[in-house]
């Protein structure tokens, strides 16, 4: 479980969080939402320890975040993914001194993740050899190998094509579900937060302006009434005309 | 390299380096065609000499040579991670750099004697700079992004160098280690000018004393030939591992 507790993040004096507080339960989706530059990734990151906060703290599962540890993973934006490893061996990286498994066991815990991720057939395949789609899908396997508490997901589908997009959304999902991993997403994305999410939260001027449980089973059907109803939620929260509504087509 | 062009590079070499000795109309003692260094080359062959000369100097070279790959690899790894102290050290390493492997050789004999280790210290000078700059350079352009990951997923320390900085490095050293394996190549025949009494650079010495310009050909074509042949194998390897790495 992951308690934010009233974090500030303050950038020479510009106040970029002014006191986020949040829980997120174990096995919980969490999207966050917020216009560019309201301090998505910084939180983000400050969860992932990655960055410290001015004030406040971060707490999971008892224990203050100080520094990056392996209970949560962030996946970067950019995959991250070791261009002289194999697929398998990027996946095994941080298996390869953590756990006390056995070497029979790791091979199986990797076999199980390239499974999950679809990806056995490219098992030796170089980084460079594979798609982005496919790349993420390494980064998403590598994390969740280490059966983290959590994975801290930034746009991570962004620079995706529509097509790939939806896929890895719905692998995400099912694997969400499978392996039960807490997941916190940052996303430009309204319908992508309202896909994925158990709940979403709405970032402003450095507040949490608005927190939505979206309360729809999964799969969702993007075209369903209760959906739009979502979306229409977020619009009006964002102060989005009318007219914008109809540019995008909603 | 392909070996057509090789071939054919070569003989036009010969051709040339022919039609200058005929038409220069030059005395065999003052510059040797191409048949009479042939037959130098077979006679040192033969004698065993040839042999004999070539090993003592691959000998003292990969010596040389392997101490600069691993003292430069290993400090390039150390200041590359301490950006800081590297400031400190730069200044001076860009100073020594510069100065010739041999200007040293009065210091190195003086304190080396004769023998092998003046010819190695000198292969070593040569070799290690290169190293060292390329290490410290590419240690200290690692993408930031493999580090973080490194941190998120806990590794040691030695599991961070092992796993993450030596193979994040490894294909801009490569060119560090290419570049070095050119000069000291160059610097063998020089540093067993100083201070040996073997080897190819000796062998040029003393073809030199005996007025033997035949043989001294003859070991300028063999020296010649392996520092193609050195040059060869690394483009090779380094064509490898940047085409695992995916690297351009
Ligand atoms: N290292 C830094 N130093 C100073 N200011 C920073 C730093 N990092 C981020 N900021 C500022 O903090 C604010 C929030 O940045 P952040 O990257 O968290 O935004 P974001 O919500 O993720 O935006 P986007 O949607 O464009 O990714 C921005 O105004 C940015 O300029
Ligand atoms: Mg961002």
């Known amino acids: 479980m992951i308690k934010i507790n009233g974090v500030t993040k303050v950038y020479d004096t510009h106040h970029i969080l002014k006191g986020i507080s949040l829980e997120v339960t174990k096995g919980e989706i969490i999207a966050i939402l917020g216009k560019s530059g309201c301090g998505k990734s910084t939180l983000l990151k400050i969860v992932g320890g990655f960055e410290t906060s001015s004030t406040g703290e971060v707490i999971v599962n008892d224990v203050a975040v100080t520094e990056p540890t392996k209970k949560c993973i962030m996946l970067m934006q950019s995959y991250g993914l070791l261009p002289w490893r194999s697929v398998e061996k990027n996946i095994s990286l941080p298996l390869e001194q953590h756990t006390a498994l056995t070497v029979e066991q790791q091979q199986q815990r990797i076999a199980h993740y390239m499974q999950l991720v679809q990806l056995t057939p490219y098992a030796t395949h170089y980084p460079h050899q594979l798609s982005g789609g496919m790349q993420q899908r390494v980064a998403i396997a590598r994390a969740l190998a280490l059966q983290p508490e959590a994975i801290l997901l930034d746009e991570p589908f962004a620079a995706l094509d529509t097509f790939t997009r939806y896929f890895l959304q719905d692998e995400l999902i099912k694997i969400q579900q499978q392996e039960s991993t807490t997941i916190m997403l940052v996303t430009h994305d309204i319908d992508e937060a309202i896909y994925l999410a158990d709940k979403i939260i709405i970032l402003a001027e450095g507040e949490i302006a608005k927190e939505i449980t979206i309360a729809l089973p999964k799969p969702r059907d993007r075209s369903n009434a209760d959906f739009q109803h979502y979306r229409e939620v977020i619009f009006t929260e964002f102060e989005l005309t009318q007219q914008q509504m109809i540019d995008y087509q909603i | ?31 040797p065609s191409p048949k009479q260094v042939a037959q130098a080359l077979w006679s040192l062959f033969i004698s065993g000499l040839l042999l004999e000369h070539i090993s003592i100097s691959l000998y003292r070279f990969g010596i040389g040579y392997i101490l600069a790959v691993i003292a430069g690899i290993t400090l390039g790894i150390l200041l590359g991670r301490m950006p800081t102290v590297w400031r400190f050290v730069n200044p001076s390493v860009q100073l020594l750099r510069p100065v010739s492997p041999i200007a040293w050789s009065p210091f190195i004999v003086l304190f080396a004697g004769i023998g092998n280790l003046p010819a190695i210290i000198i292969i070593f000078i040569a070799a290690f700079f290169p190293i060292l700059l390329a290490t410290v350079t590419a240690v200290s352009k690692i993408s930031p992004v493999y580090l973080q990951i490194a941190q998120n997923f806990e590794l040691t320390p030695f599991a961070v160098v092992k796993k993450i900085i030596i193979p994040a490095s490894f294909p801009a050293i490569m060119g560090g280690l290419q570049i070095a394996l050119g000069s000291a190549w160059i610097f063998l025949v020089a540093g067993e000018m100083v201070g040996a009494q073997s080897g190819l650079g000796f062998l040029i010495i003393d073809a030199r004393n005996a007025l033997r310009l035949d043989l001294v050909f003859a070991a300028i074509i063999i020296i010649g030939l392996f520092g193609l042949l050195f040059n060869t194998i690394i483009q090779q390897i380094s064509y490898r591992v940047t085409k695992q790495w995916g690297v351009q």
């Not at chain 2, 071939?7 to 003052?30: D, H, K, M, P, R």
């Open chain 2, 1 to 31: 390299m392909k070996l057509r062009y090789m071939i054919g590079s070569f003989t036009l070499l010969v051709v040339l380096w022919q039609l200058v000795v005929v038409v220069g109309n030059y005395e065999a003692a003052l510059l």
